[in-house]
């Protein structure tokens, strides 16, 4: 039976359809853009960190949303290429590294935002301090994920209940907060944001096909096909196509 760990998932391999299978749709990224407008801007940032920045999926949106310098810190060569290639902007920069060797000055950041990525880091505690170290005092850390039980309720569940084991194996916010307590990060916040996954089951079915989803990775390829089933199925009955929308957590820090 396969299970969660840090670097269970190749992202070498997923990079060649991440984007297509996680992008954005219009109202997700007003979401994400209000959340991290109401949080960021108010610092009046110069320069933001996307740590694991991935295919770019965040990084744009955080240089329009706060008119600032994005740094985006990526380990996998194919998902920073991707993000060169697919997600450029005149105030984004993409450079290699990796989350607990921030390749960084010491306090060069007013913010980072980690996204959909901290159960993927081995030694969060390092990270913390990495983070602590490389954000300056007052600054924020924004973590956004399934850290909360509320990840349990996620749509994609419904189809795939054997994913449910995969991302219970992901840290919560306590263990996540107890851990970056090492870089002087305080919690001061847990909220949640209401993401469109999908504008209809239809579209869902295209994108959970792609299996870029860490839970639908680390399933068995049977447990991962009878739920492909079950969402096509349900797709091809839907006569009136609606959003798919979930609650995802974003935990907030402060630099003390």
Sequence with gaps: ??????????????????????????????????????????????????????????????????????????????????????AAHPRVEYVAGDAEDIPLEDGLCDAAWLGYMIHHVPDRARCGRELGRVVRGGGLVLVAGAYTEKRREISLFRYFPAALRIVDAFPLEPEISAEFAAGGLEHVATESVMHESAPSLAVAAKRTALRADTTLRLITDREFAEGQRKLEEAAARETEPRPIVDSIDLLVYRRL
């Design 1 to 86: 039976m396969t299970s969660f760990r840090p670097g269970a998932v190749d992202y070498e391999v997923q990079a060649a359809h991440y984007a297509a299978a996680r992008s954005f749709t219009p109202s997700a990224e007003g979401a994400w853009g209000e959340a991290i407008t109401r949080w960021i801007a108010p610092l009046k940032p110069a320069l933001v960190l996307d740590l694991g920045s991935g295919t770019g999926r965040f990084t744009p949106l955080l240089a329009e949303r706060l008119g600032c310098r994005v740094v985006g810190v990526e380990p996998s060569d194919g998902m920073r290429e991707g993000a060169i290639r697919e």
